[in-house]
């Protein structure tokens, strides 16, 4: 089904991302026409034309899937999402988040998906359910005990800004603290972008040669 997200980024970084995956499907379209050259496609009729077709579409999608052509955004950062997954511990089986509660990367104490200096671009992605899922549902399992800190903060020196204010410093001190232990999606996220434009160690780059 996938997971469609909305990440706050560096416009320059989303800029680099978008020419890598034109540069993909560039590599992706010579590589094709290679495939479809090397199988004397123009010879071909019926059911031999056929085959070829079908077998190069496989070849086609095999390449997608394994990260070798990364034709969209997706699969462009899709190495090194499961290589920060991983490094984090959240690519792992997850209980589902309970119905009603917050949304990972919007938990309480977190800077919400707009915030941040400079991140004025706008990171539009549709995740599969084999990303998405372990994301969204580590996020929320890992931040809720820092969540419930703050929120028994909340209860005991107010949520509103003018009782933050009248808090003590060593209470403020301890929110800052509890707060910065919280993860976001849009931190993850960002991470993988910045993985996948630097051209980071566990990221895969384009194939030099295609194959049939």
């Given amino acids: 089904m996938g997971h469609t997200m ?64 990364r034709v969209t955004r997706w699969r462009a950062l899709a190495p090194a999402l499961r290589a920060e997954l991983d490094a984090r511990g959240l690519l792992r089986e997850w209980e589902p988040i309970p119905e009603g509660a917050q949304q990972a990367g919007q938990n309480l104490g ?24 372990p994301l969204l549902r580590g996020v929320y399992w890992t931040n809720l005990p820092h969540v419930q800190t703050l929120e028994a903060w909340g209860d005991r020196w107010g949520t509103d800004a003018a009782s933050r204010r009248a808090a003590p410093d060593e209470a403020l001190a301890e929110r800052a ?17 910045h993985r996948t434009i630097n051209h980071r160690p566990n990221t895969p780059t384009m194939s030099a040669k295609p194959s049939t």
Avoid: F, N
């Fill in 110 to 133: 977190g800077t919400g998906p707009y915030a941040g200096a400079g991140l004025t671009g706008r990171l539009c992605v549709t995740l599969p359910d084999a990303l998405a899922v």
């Fill in 6 to 69: 909305v990440i706050a980024v560096p416009p320059a970084d989303l800029a680099r991302l978008d020419a890598l995956v034109d540069a993909q499907k560039t590599a992706e379209t010579r590589w094709q026409a290679s495939a479809e050259q090397q199988a004397s496609m123009l010879d071909l009729r019926g059911p031999a034309l056929r085959a070829a077709r079908t077998r190069i579409r496989s070849e086609r999608d095999r390449l997608r899937e394994t990260g070798t052509h």
């Fill in 177 to 193: 603290q509890t707060a910065a232990l919280i993860t976001t999606t849009g931190v993850i996220l960002r991470q993988t972008l």
